[in-house]
Nanobody, 119 residues
Framework: VQLQASGGGLVQAGGSLRLSCAATGSIFRINTVTWYRQAPGDRRVLVATITRDGITNYSDFVKGRFTISRDNAKNTVYLQMSSLKPDDTSVYYC??????????????WGKGTLVTVSS
């Protein structure tokens, strides 16, 4: 299973970006998907989670500003980020829990996409 995260870039404070995470490979079903982020010198932290059925959960520091969504037909998850702050500057990673073909389960990580928010 390969994950391709995209959509990062440089944006001014108050701006918006949409990240995408597309999964390919021997996938029967993608279950929970999670976005994490890691700022330079900091540990990786959870940003948002979405289940197969669309139930979402957000860390307090992004509630009301970020929206996680998914397109199961495309095996793709999105993170819409609005009202961005300089503190949101991080590398953003997606992680998926997958039922594999022909059998088995696994957890996979993307390589990350850099988001830089200028003040």
């Amino acid at each position: 299973v390969q994950l391709q995260a995209s959509g990062g870039g440089l944006v001014q404070a108050g701006g918006s970006l949409r990240l995408s995470c597309a999964a390919t490979g021997s996938i029967f079903r993608i279950n929970t998907v999670t976005w994490y982020r890691q700022a330079p010198g900091d540990r990786r932290v959870l940003v948002a989670t979405i289940t197969r059925d669309g139930i979402t959960n957000y860390s307090d520091f992004v509630k009301g500003r970020f929206t996680i969504s998914r397109d199961n037909a495309k095996n793709t998850v999105y993170l819409q980020m609005s009202s961005l702050k300089p503190d949101d500057t991080s590398v953003y990673y997606c992680s998926v829990h997958v039922w594999l073909l022909p059998s088995g389960v696994g957890d996979f990580w993307g390589k990350g996409t850099l988001v830089t928010v200028s003040s």
